[in-house]
T-cell receptor, first 117, second 116 residues
Framework: AQSVTQLGSHVSVSEGALVLLRCNYS??????LFWYVQYPNQGLQLLLK??????LVKGINGFEAEFKKSETSFHLTKPSAHMSDAAEYFC???????????????FGKGTHLIIQP | NAGVTQTPKFQVLKTGQSMTLQCAQD?????MSWYRQDPGMGLRLIHY???????DQGEVPNGYNVSRSTTEDFPLRLLSAAPSQTSVYFC???????????????FGEGSRLTVL
């Protein structure tokens, strides 16, 4: 079974500083990887995803993530934080061979990003 | 574009009452699912459906029923509400039966349920 670990339930950065949200996964096969963002009182929306090909993927709002197979990681970064980035961020992993089964997509517990003015 | 629409947005129930959370999508998505979100627990899958007439259980199905009579609608029924079902519920859909090939779930805005 696959699992996702997000290090830090809360991360606080100053406006303009680097954002780094950590995600590690365990999977028996090369996975598909995702980051979702949840703004207050809203549903989740996809930030970016890695399936195959280039390991550095760019998403919306200036975020990017790099798939590092040797480290089983998919950390999310943004060079300069903005107040509007304050939200909950979820890492998720999918087994490409799951065929849409109940365990096909596994979410981490989320990281709350706080932006200090 | 409406996307995924959930109703109601807020609901307060007494223990033992039943209710239905409605979910509708207008994107002709095959796959639909219900999650609950609790503090520190992330999202947990309750039930899902890969097409009209087909449903299956997720990680936490007890106390909930679903049906999928049409492609568009996927209601979640609480049979006899309990305080442990106090949560925020999200409906999500995807345009592929095989979620793994796409990975992009489209979420509704959520339904906040309190059971007293």
């Amino acid at each position: 079974a696959q699992s996702v670990t997000q290090l830090g339930s809360h991360v606080s950065v100053s406006e303009g500083a680097l954002v780094l949200l950590r995600c590690n996964y365990s999977s028996s096969v090369p996975p598909y990887l995702f980051w979702y963002v949840q703004y207050p009182n809203q549903g989740l929306q996809l930030l970016l995803k890695y399936t195959t090909g280039a390991t550095l993927v760019k998403g919306i709002n200036g975020f990017e993530a790099e798939f590092k197979k040797s480290e089983t990681s998919f950390h999310l970064t943004k060079p300069s934080a903005h107040m509007s980035d304050a939200a909950e961020y979820f890492c998720a992993v999918s087994d490409p061979g799951s065929g849409g089964g109940a365990d096909g997509l596994t979410f981490g517990k989320g990281t709350h990003l706080i932006i200090q003015p | 574009n409406a996307g995924v629409t959930q109703t109601p947005k807020f609901q307060v129930l007494k223990t033992g009452q039943s209710m239905t959370l409605q979910c509708a999508q207008d994107m002709n998505h095959e796959y639909m699912s219900w999650y609950r979100q609790d503090p520190g627990m992330g999202l947990r899958l309750i039930h899902y459906s890969v097409g009209a007439g087909i449903t299956d259980q997720g990680e936490v199905p007890n106390g909930y029923n679903v049906s999928r009579s049409t492609t568009e609608d996927f209601p979640l029924r609480l049979l006899s509400a309990a305080p442990s079902q106090t949560s925020v519920y999200f409906c999500a859909s995807s345009y592929s039966v095989n979620r793994a090939n796409t990975g992009e779930l489209f979420f509704g805005e959520g339904s906040r349920l309190t059971v007293l």
